[in-house]
């Protein structure tokens, strides 16, 4: 039973060792002078996992009254044996009045229970002087002119000549602008025919040149079909001249009465046999024909109709790649000015600076 006990109690020890939480301080130099440095180093050993939280002290904040923490390093960890680390962080302290100061324990949080470090006194001495021999004293110097240091004008050198560089590529495509003549790309108003109009009178010009044409049936018949598919183009907003006359025809079925595509339908029989089986043809049926055509415009015709017409130019393949051109200089002239006059203001600021 006494051994029990024992084994017991000596596992507890174990485990309250184990478990102790060790805070540490050191400072660097107990004595400094008035203005100078030192450091204090603040270490925790903890199991490793531990929430350790070490004190913050921000720039110039007073650690004790007259002693004040310049800057303080990150916490630096490191492994120790038996599931331990050793968290450390580094605070630099100044003092600017003789004295001797006692420095209280810092707080240290660990899984959120708060432990202490020792104290510690840090001695301010003031700058010995020798006032017996006021002949060592030497007044203060003359303003100096600083050292000329190539490595303080090199970004003002090297962007002035980029400045320069930019300058001469801007007046060579400014000039290469001018030379290139732009391209106008204006948009007439012109007088608008009707579609009707059109081909009534390119009728009646087929009218006046019958003569002419009547040995000839197939350009007579080939003539008036052109002029009708060209109107059927226009008036219903197909691609007739691309179209048989059967395809013309149905197409025309869907849009209108069935005795105005007949005769329509007439004509281009007798014209297909003409033009493809030598069919002769008599001169009244000509005239019929002819006057179908011209009964078949004056019943499908739209009144009202706008006269005059926007006629956008159409521009050839070089002139688009000129219009480009001209475009992506003035873009590019415009780019290379702001770049420019940015790299003239900073090197203007950077010799003002150094001046």
């Not at 050292?147 to 050198?157: C, K, Q, T």
């Not at 560089?165 to 012109?190: Q, S």
């Not at 007088?191 to 010009?205: G, M, N, V, W, Y």
């Not at 001209?326 to 790299?343: D, E, P």
């Amino acid at each position: 039973m006494k051994r029990i006990i024992c084994l017991i109690t000596i596992l507890s020890c174990v485990l309250c060792v184990s478990a102790q939480v060790f805070v540490e301080s050191k400072i660097d130099s107990i004595q400094i002078l008035i203005g100078e440095q030192t450091g204090v180093t603040l270490s925790v050993t903890a199991k490793k996992g531990a929430n350790v939280k070490m004190p913050e002290y921000k720039p110039s904040q007073y650690i004790t009254p007259g002693v004040e923490v310049l800057e303080h390093t990150d916490a630096d960890t490191s492994l120790l044996d038996n599931g331990l680390v050793k968290i450390s962080k580094r605070y630099i302290l100044t003092s600017f009045d003789e004295n001797l100061y006692y420095l209280p324990p810092m707080k240290v949080n660990v899984n959120g229970k708060v432990y202490q470090s020792k104290s510690l006194a840090l001695k301010v001495l003031t700058v010995p002087v020798d006032t017996l021999h006021p002949e060592k004293f030497f007044p203060p110097k003359g303003v100096q002119d600083n050292p000329f240091l190539w490595s303080e004008w090199e970004p003002a050198f090297w962007l002035s000549i980029l400045f320069v560089l930019v300058c001469v590529v801007a007046y060579y495509l400014w000039t290469r602008l001018k030379e290139n003549k732009p391209v106008i790309a204006r948009v007439r108003i012109v007088k608008k025919i009707p579609p009707h109009q059109r081909a009534l009178k390119e009728i009646e010009d087929i009218k006046a040149s019958r003569m002419s044409v009547q040995e000839n049936p197939k350009e007579y018949y080939t003539l008036l079909t052109n002029v009708l598919r060209k109107y059927i183009k226009e008036r219903f907003g197909f691609n007739a001249m691309e179209m048989t006359s059967s395809e013309i025809i149905s197409r025309l079925q869907q849009e209108g009465d069935k005795k105005m595509t007949d005769e329509l339908k007439e004509l281009f029989i007798t014209a297909d046999l003409v033009k493809f089986a030598k069919y002769s043809t008599l001169i009244n049926e000509n005239d019929a024909n002819l006057v179908s055509a011209v009964s078949f415009i004056n019943t499908t015709k739209l009144e009202n109709q706008p006269t005059v017409e926007r006629v956008a130019p159409e521009l050839t393949d070089n002139d688009k790649r000129s219009m480009r051109s001209r475009i992506l200089l003035k873009g590019t002239i415009w780019a290379l000015l702001v770049v420019g006059v940015a790299l003239l203001a900073f090197v203007v600021y950077h010799v003002c600076i150094l001046v």
